[in-house]
């Protein structure tokens, strides 16, 4: 499916509202009014929900090639010529769950959202960034950080309003360190970032990140990514994902 690019009501105040608060102790009525929005978790899915492998929808042809090739460099950290590409396309198909999402937001988000692995030191991120209490790890808040970078470096030569720019960045930082989302449009991009792991290209490379063999990786995507996912269409394509990759895998002997 082709998503076409929204245009973005240009609301400098709204924007500048939010970093206002994000920049405080009190930091999350934006999540509060979203969890009031959305009190039903997971949250039920208004549209299609589409549980094939991945592989069969890939992300839409060419409409962000331009993005893409302003991140190659960004691309080859970490794993996210991989993760990024396969994100992308759960992000879309969860824009087909939920049609009243921005798509162009929750896209560009989940294709910039890790970009900032690149600008980080190497060497600290499976020390520090896969290991202990990762989410909570130095290198995880300069990855959000450096992330946002990316974004204000490319997007406005691509054509996005400030507006815009400032709303992705919104999203990108706090996206694995912030425990809640704070628009729907935040919460599909938390669940695009963990529904690549069950693939079986997600859990072929996660599971080396975390030093599990696949078996233990799959059971504790069972056990601790399924219940942190927000919306109803992502626990059912991760399920269904699940289920496959522990067939292929043959889980249940290799263990
Ligand atoms: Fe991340
Ligand atoms: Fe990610």
Same mark, same amino acid.
């Given at each position: 499916?082709? $998503?076409?690019?929204?245009?973005?009501?240009?609301?400098?105040?709204?924007?500048?509202e939010?970093?206002?608060v994000?920049?405080?102790?009190?930091?999350?009525?934006?999540?509060?009014?979203? *969890?009031a929005?959305?009190?039903?978790?997971p949250?039920?899915?208004?549209?299609?929900?589409?549980?094939?492998?991945?592989? #069969?929808?890939?992300? &839409?042809?060419?409409?962000?090639?331009?993005?893409?090739?302003?991140?190659?460099?960004?691309?080859?950290?970490?794993?996210?010529?991989?993760?990024?590409?396969?994100?992308?396309?759960?992000?879309?198909?969860?824009?087909?769950?939920?049609?009243? &999402?921005?798509?162009?937001?929750?896209?560009? *988000? #989940?294709?910039?959202?890790? #970009?900032?692995?690149?600008?980080?030191?190497?060497?600290?991120?499976?020390?520090?960034?896969?290991?202990?209490?990762?989410?909570?790890?130095?290198?995880?808040?300069?990855?959000?950080l450096q992330?946002?970078?990316?974004?204000?470096?490319?997007?406005?030569g691509?054509?996005?309003? &400030?507006?815009?720019?400032?709303?992705?960045?919104?999203?990108?930082?706090?996206?694995?360190?912030?425990?809640?989302?704070?628009?729907?449009?935040d919460?599909?991009?938390?669940?695009?970032?963990?529904?690549?792991?069950?693939?079986?290209?997600?859990?072929?490379?996660?599971?080396?990140?975390?030093a599990?063999?696949?078996?233990?990786?799959?059971?504790?995507?069972? #056990?601790?990514?399924?219940p942190?996912?927000?919306?109803?269409?992502?626990?059912?394509?991760?399920?269904?994902?699940?289920?496959?990759?522990?067939?292929?895998?043959? $889980?249940?002997?290799?263990?």
């Amino acid at each position: 499916m082709s $998503t076409p690019k929204t245009p973005v009501a240009a609301d400098p105040a709204a924007g500048a509202e939010i970093r206002a608060v994000t920049d405080t102790e009190a930091a999350d009525a934006p999540a509060d009014a979203f *969890a009031a929005e959305y009190s039903v978790r997971p949250i039920p899915a208004p549209g299609p929900v589409d549980t094939t492998p991945i592989s #069969t929808t890939p992300a &839409a042809v060419e409409e962000l090639d331009a993005l893409w090739k302003a991140v190659v460099h960004e691309t080859r950290t970490r794993g996210n010529d991989i993760h990024l590409p396969i994100s992308l396309a759960f992000a879309e198909r969860l824009c087909r769950a939920y049609p009243e &999402a921005d798509a162009e937001m929750v896209r560009v *988000a #989940t294709l910039l959202h890790d #970009t900032g692995w690149a600008h980080v030191d190497e060497s600290r991120i499976i020390s520090e960034g896969f290991a202990g209490d990762w989410r909570k790890a130095a290198i995880r808040y300069e990855h959000e950080l450096q992330g946002c970078n990316v974004a204000r470096r490319v997007l406005p030569g691509l054509g996005y309003s &400030a507006a815009f720019v400032e709303r992705i960045c919104e999203i990108i930082d706090g996206h694995d360190t912030r425990p809640v989302a704070r628009s729907l449009e935040d919460a599909l991009m938390r669940d695009a970032d963990r529904l690549w792991r069950f693939d079986q290209a997600g859990i072929a490379l996660a599971s080396s990140w975390f030093a599990m063999d696949p078996a233990t990786y799959t059971d504790r995507l069972a #056990t601790e990514i399924v219940p942190e996912l927000i919306t109803q269409a992502a626990v059912d394509m991760a399920t269904a994902d699940l289920n496959r990759s522990n067939a292929l895998l043959k $889980t249940g002997v290799i263990r």
